[in-house]
DNA sequence: CGTAGCTTTGAAGATTTTCAACCTTAGTGG
DNA sequence: CCACTAAGGTTGAAAATCTTCAAAGCTACG
């Protein structure tokens, strides 16, 4: 097994191109934005020191400063109930912005979680709030970017509220696939960062009814699953399975 | 059975007074914008004539041209998968706003329609966004607005995943109540202005289970419902079915 | 006053969860 | 380098929850 599956398979520059105005590492900018107003954007920009697996970005209850952008490995933010077991509000994957839901009450209401070394930018939201009042595209991007989040968790809603175990575990693979892609990753082939119990706390499930469905959609000839390393071997049959409901094609907040 | 069970207990003044700076009739406005502000605000909004039951305020790949929000009346928001049965995204009540999800595609991804004879206003976002660019704290009341809905989504999230069908009928009967009563109507009689079906497509559950767990309330002597019409007896135990999760208890965006 | 549309109720069925056990793998320390 | 261990993953069987199907009751409205 390879250890580098989820490694570009399109170099940096076609990324770069695709996005319009990209920079500032692998955080991609809004589009819209003239070379100045980059600049001004990636002066604000706050680089982390690396955060190991099992880090937290920030806790529930935390004040609010920033808003951060995935830039390398990957992301998990849940909220728990009383009762302590977790439900996953989503997984952030490079170029994914996270943090957004904190705007309202100025502090976080949900956790943070890195699932592996991974590398973020913060954005510290009272600049951003200020250079947007400068620059009109930016503001507007920032509106879309929240207005994206929200369409996102509406087809969550759907998924959550009509869908079938089988019809939920096809649209989270299809649309981690479809999020692989759009970066220059193979959309076939990839490696989970997030285990059996967190896809099942993401999807409303338990841990044995997703065990069982990996089993079964092996059996099925859909994909190949050993533990965290997904092959897809029928991607038409999985689309087919989710573009029965409109789906889950949305990935976080991004700039671009 | 008295037809204005929802009418107002206290005075619409000390609604105006509880929210601050409030006037544009049953539209609260944003704190933190002085007198002229609110006057620029006022200028920008487009009263519309009342809307029937049934009919659609915006529909499922309309242009996005506005945001709402419910003067008095209902409005359901709702997205259809292609297998027809739709998929309830919210429930908006007066002094609540809707259309937020529509700002980053630039077109509306669910239709809303009038559950009864419905007033809104709207606000046509272009402008708001040009306003909100003199005004920061209007700017900053929008980015609230918009934190504010994935808030609620993402508490929708943790009830459609981790709630028993009971849990979602108490958790949701509890946010109505409260959103009345921060309102000044009555938090324990109301009038349900949304069917058994779709109180069922909001929670992800099938009519029959929610008209049985309606039964099953009355019984356990929480509340009396008459189809449309609610009265509930035991708050506190409501309450404690509910909060055994976070709950259900933010409304939609509002501007106060 | 009749009818259409909601609501309720019962019974059977399906899906998913829970409980319990066992298997596999990666990481650890001898 | 190997054995051990803990954590994660899988599997089966039983149980719970919820849905579906079918039918009947109610009520609002023309």
């Excluded at 600049?39 to 920030?58: A, M, Q, S, T, Y």
């Excluded at 469905?213 to 994909?223: A, C, K, Y």
């Amino acid at each position: 097994m390879t250890a580098d599956t989820n490694a570009p398979v399109v170099n940096l520059d076609s990324i770069k191109q695709a996005c319009g105005t990209c920079s500032l590492g692998a955080l991609c900018l809004p589009m819209g934005l003239d070379e100045k107003d980059v600049d001004e954007l990636g002066r604000i920009v706050k680089r982390n020191r690396p955060l190991h697996r099992g880090d937290h970005l920030f806790r529930m209850g935390d004040p609010f400063h920033s808003i951060f952008v995935v830039k390398s490995g990957s992301v998990k933010s849940y909220s728990s109930a009383q009762d302590g077991d977790e439900q996953v509000v989503g997984f952030h994957l490079p170029g994914e912005m996270l943090g957004l839901d904190a705007i309202d009450r100025g502090m976080h209401s949900c956790s943070a979680i890195s699932m592996e070394t991974t590398a973020v930018c913060e954005l510290p939201f009272d600049r951003l709030e200020e250079l947007s009042r400068r620059l009109p595209s930016l503001q507007h991007q920032i509106f879309r970017l929240l207005s994206k989040e929200i369409n996102r968790e509406e087809e969550m809603l759907l998924v959550l509220g009509k869908k079938s175990a089988e019809e939920r575990l096809a649209a989270f693979l299809f649309s981690l696939s479809l999020r692989y892609k759009r970066r220059g990753y193979s959309d076939r082939e990839f490696n989970l960062s997030m285990s059996r119990q967190e896809i099942g706390n993401y999807l409303g499930l338990a841990v044995e009814t997703v065990s069982r469905l990996f089993t079964r959609f092996h059996e099925e000839g859909l994909l190949e699953a050993q533990r965290k390393h997904v092959h897809i071997l029928d991607m038409e049959r999985l689309e087919g399975m989710v573009s029965a409901c409109s789906s889950m094609v949305n990935d976080h907040a991004r700039m671009c």
